[in-house]
């Protein structure tokens, strides 16, 4: 087979090129001449990155030659870009990481926020990458539950960023198969099991909480990160409901910058609401490059999230282990099944919200195959502790041998998997 001719692209200075790659083919990309960096990281002169299933943008400050070897499903330059505003407000938040190592005071506390789709998660890649390339050691939270940029969708996170973010599998290569497979940087994870904060509310803002008190301590005891600050990737509801959320987080991660991206409307109540308080209120332009992202394509980015987790990427390939497991050595929990049901199905006198946070077990049966678990790190079933205990990592159930009560699973990790309690949300995933 003949590898097709590398085309080449010239970019002058402030201009990127946006590509997009399908999930079943594989883009190569090098560039020749001059620099460029992919949402904030600098890529290397004559090294070949690969992609496949991403949506991205090759960014030039200076001018560039790029190389690009593969069909990509979309390509163009575009020389109109908000990237000068994006890098003004990296700098005025290092003038505030430098007075606060002056002083020994905490650094920066931002938070992204904005509808879907317009380039929250990528904000944040490039904010971070942009402090991490000045030697600062930013906590990276991400509550945006539909996605699990650093981990598996479902959990709220957050990770201590030591090393810069990889230019092929972003924030994933901060957390490889973490937090199991004991990487450098251990994401703290908490289950939530949703795709919507929506979803249930209650579960969500409790776990808010948890992550905050976890994060708070950390940057008391960790003064790199306190004076570098935190950045928070939020959800896209601008609802009521995210109202709340964002309010919420605003107190719990004592927030003092919030970054309102490509939406005017929430621009203004977050200036009416929050700026008394003394939060910064920052309007950003939507990039013309963030593309609107589809159900199908979502659904594959997760099993592509799901498929490195336990078979890493193929620039670091990892095996996952099989472990045939008795039903009666694990206890299946799931939350807020109660949830389900209308208020009016509920015992008189009951509070819905109660039943929001209800633990409840779940039998196993062979309805549990393709499903993916979260491995809770409890010992013990305590409620509602249980519900705020962090993540062990995760587990793919691949056979169920239930006239046996077996089960048979894949984990990062090797040797038999030492907890009991097990997390099961929506998430399936047939393996390929
Ligand atoms: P949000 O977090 O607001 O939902 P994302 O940052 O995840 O939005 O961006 C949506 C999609 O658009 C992602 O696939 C991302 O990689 C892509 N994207 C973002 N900015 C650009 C850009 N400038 N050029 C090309 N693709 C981009």
């Known amino acids: ?11 002058d200075e402030e201009n990127e090129l946006r590509i997009e790659i399908d999930f079943d083919t594989k883009v190569k990309l090098r560039l020749v001449t001059g620099t460029a960096e992919v949402f904030g990281t600098e890529l290397g002169q004559n090294v070949d990155y690969e992609f496949s299933g991403r949506k991205i943008a090759v960014f030039t400050w200076h001018g560039c030659k790029i190389l690009i070897t593969g069909t990509c ?20 938040l290092e003038q505030r990481r430098v007075l606060a190592t002056q002083n020994n005071k905490a650094g920066p506390r931002v938070m ?11 904000l944040s890649k490039m904010l971070l990458s942009y402090a991490l390339r000045q030697s600062r050691q930013p906590i990276y939270v991400d509550l945006d539950c539909s996605e699990g940029s650093i981990t598996m969708p479902g959990c709220l996170t957050a990770t201590p960023l030591t090393e810069m973010i ?31 904060p929506k979803d249930n ?30 950045v928070i990737d939020t959800n896209g509801l601008i609802d009521a409901t995210g109202y709340e959320i964002i309010a919420q987080c605003i107190k719990a991660f004592s927030i003092d910058v919030i970054i309102v991206l490509g939406h005017e409307r929430l621009y203004a109540d977050m200036t009416r609401l929050h700026q008394k308080s003394g939060v910064a209120v920052i309007k950003l332009a939507k990039s013309g490059g963030v593309v609107e992202r589809d159900n199908a394509f979502r659904r594959q980015t997760q099993n592509q999230k799901i498929r490195e987790y336990f078979y890493g990427t193929s620039k670091s390939e990892l095996a996952p282990y099989s472990t045939m497991i008795n039903y009666h050595d694990i206890e299946i929990l799931q939350v807020g099944e109660g949830s389900l049901a209308p208020s009016s ?28 678990l979260a491995v809770s790190n409890a010992d013990k079933r305590v409620e509602p502790d249980i519900l705020e205990t962090n993540l062990a990592g995760f587990i793919y159930v691949s056979e169920i041998h239930d006239s046996r009560k077996k089960l048979t699973v894949l984990s990062p990790c090797p040797g038999r998997i030492p907890k009991k309690f097990w997390w099961l949300g929506s998430l399936k995933w047939a393996e390929d």
């Open 1 to 11: 087979m003949t590898l097709p001719e590398p085309k080449e692209w010239l970019l």
């Open 201 to 230: 509310t209650k579960l969500y803002s409790l776990l808010l909480a948890r992550l905050a008190q976890s994060v708070n301590r950390r940057l008391e005891e960790d003064e790199a990160a306190r004076t570098s600050g935190i």
């Open 166 to 196: 990889d230019v092929e599998e972003g924030f994933g290569s901060s957390a490889t198969s973490a937090p199991t497979a004991g990487s450098a940087v251990m994401p703290l994870a908490y289950y939530y099991g949703f795709p919507s």
């Open 345 to 372: 199905a509920l015992p008189i006198g009951e509070d819905r919200k109660v039943s929001e946070t209800h633990v409840v077990s779940v039998e196993p049966s062979e309805n549990l195959l393709h499903s993916v």
């Open 112 to 122: 992204i926020v904005g509808p879907n789709d317009v380039g929250k998660t990528s």
């Open 73 to 92: 499903s979309v390509e163009y330059i575009a020389n109109e870009t908000p990237m000068l505003s994006y890098l003004n407000t990296h700098i005025a």
